[in-house]
């Protein structure tokens, strides 16, 4: 079977001298231009903005308490177990309320280990431990990501906080 | 020292001081331009963090540039090496001098400077104007060689051989594009080719200035591109190419050697614009505007506007075009340049001399 090579038209006078064509492309980026000139274009400009990221994204942990102010892990250590990364540390002691009867002591994520699977969250069966959508938690202290009880319980104010900065920006 | 030189020798000092503010100014906010531009043009918004609208954006840079470790390869020639920076932007530099910004106002009656008579808005009005600009930016060309063959590096001297045979070969469309101004208003005075095109075109019943775009766009348009490749913008810019030769004649240079570079091209576009403003956009005047019976100060700042305007215009068309096409192949620029342009030129050049030919014998206009 031959093998027909289909030789493209030869040019035009008008595409021989490129002006034609050179002024249609300056069109083209002035209309660019002006678009972005007009309507922003399409950057989120990040400080100041903030992208609206999916509910269900998974970034840093909260640790949600009672009414009471109680927190509401019971130290079933489940969590560490289940977590691939080894980022969960927790020590249980006894609770004075004999309807709890276990605590934790000490509780650890290691936010640079964590690798954000959301496992601890499924895993937990007192549903004491979220990922919230706030990712904005950079410092520039490895120990600053080692985020204990007093600071998990906590992190559920920066949630609201990045809510109403997207409600803000769109 | 008597007190007119005196007077000649401190003006022309507040003259090259106020011009060099202007241009490196200038210089500093077209790069910006070019950033926020070329951003704009690709859907981009570019830098915005250093002051509103990135203003203070050419100070961080600079201030960069400054802090930079001065690097000397120990393979290159030393002196040559450090001199071609220099012999890049001197030549970018000294082609302003004779660009005229206004028309020249009557100096004040008392005072050292009355003697001179009137000041003018260029820093020197000598007789060959242009000459003098394809004199001295035809050595701009020797900043680039130098650079590269000092650099003793196989890409900057592939990068330089590319600019030099570049700028050889489309400076003669550069020259032959424009003796069709000369012939049209008979000077190679920058002022007097400005103060030619305030007239209209005699014999046609329509009033249309006669500027030089108007009596030679074919000459306009050669001189648009041959400038391009002058000061080797794309699509012309062979110079330099990442992918096959590295970064090109500056490839051995960093901080403010390499800044000196980027300061000499910018201010070869700027230039560049000022001197199509006056050969082809009849300068700082506008048809059908009479400005000649403003006070002087008003009237000169409404020519400064005008031109900066117009200059401006051509220095967004350098940008424009940039981020505009893709750049030529070695061969297709080397094409362009002998078997197009200079053809062209030399048609139009033809063209010209025959129209003042049948002009002067049968008498129209
Ligand atoms: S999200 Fe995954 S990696 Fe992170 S702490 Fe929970 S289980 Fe461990
Ligand atoms: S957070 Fe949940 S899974 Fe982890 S130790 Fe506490 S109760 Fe158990």
Redesign the interface.
Known sequence: MAIIVKKPAPLTFWERIYLPAILKGLGMTMRHMIKTLAGGGVTIRYPEQHKRVPNNYRALHVMPTWEDGHIKCVACEMCSTVCPANAITVHAEEDENPEIEKRAAFYEIDELRCIFCGFCEEVCPRDAIHLTKNYEFVTDNREGFLYGMDRLTKTGRLVSELEAKENKDR | MDSAVLATVILALIKIALILAVLFTGVAYYSLAERK?S???????GP?RCGPFALLQPLADGVKFFLKEDVIPHHVDKVLYLAAPAMAMIPAMATIAVVPFADPIPAPASGLFASLGQIQFQLADINVGMLYIFAVSGLAVYGVVIAGWASNNKYALLGSLRASAQMISYELTLGLSVLGVFMVYETLQLDAIVAAQTSFISFLPVAIPKWGIVVQPLGFLLFLIATFAETSRLPFDLPEGEAEIVAGYHVEYGSMKFMLFMLAEYSHMIIASAVITCLFLGGWNLPWVDMSSLPAVQRVAAQLAVFTAKAGFFAFLFI??R???PRFRYDQLMRLGWKVLLPLAIANLVATGAFYVVKYTVGIG
């Open positions: 531009f951003a704009f043009m690709q859907d981009r918004i915005n424009w075009v981020w505009t096409l």
